[in-house]
């Protein structure tokens, strides 16, 4: 299993920017499909942004759509998550995932990927 460590939350006001990085270690990172999650108080994990082993598909639901971007650079082990707009409603901890699989279906099911990282707090203030 994959080791990811999440950094770059923190606390920006509504109509701001962030991006969050995730560094993987302990795998081949450039097999893994990877996502982005959030969690909020009093509510489940949420899928928020995928991209494929490759890079070369993503995926957003419709309530991030046009506002985040995922990347990944595999030459250093990193994933990111560049969140513009910001909205009150996005603050939440965001985790990433990691899931072996060389193709480009992005699933959206916490339950399907197998290695997560600690969690970076990322408040929007109003």
């Known amino acids: 299993q994959v080791q990811l460590v999440e950094s770059g939350g923190g606390l920006v006001q509504a109509g701001g920017s962030l991006r969050l990085s995730c560094t993987a270690s302990?795998?081949?990172?450039?097999?893994?499909?990877m996502g982005w999650f959030r969690q909020a108080p009093g509510k489940e994990r949420e899928f928020v942004a995928g991209i494929s082993w490759s890079g070369s598909n993503t995926y957003y639901p419709s309530p991030v759509k046009g506002r985040f971007t995922i990347s990944r650079d595999n030459a250093k082990n990193t994933v990111y998550l560049q969140m513009n707009s910001l909205k009150p409603d996005d603050t939440a901890v965001y985790y990433c995932?990691?899931?072996?699989?060389?193709?480009?279906?992005?699933?959206?099911?916490?339950?399907?990927?197998?290695?997560w990282g600690q969690g970076t707090q990322v408040t929007v203030s109003s």
């Open positions: 302990g795998g081949t990172f450039s097999i893994y499909a």
């Open positions: 995932a990691a899931r072996p699989f060389i193709g480009t279906t992005i699933v959206t099911d916490t339950e399907l990927y197998g290695s």
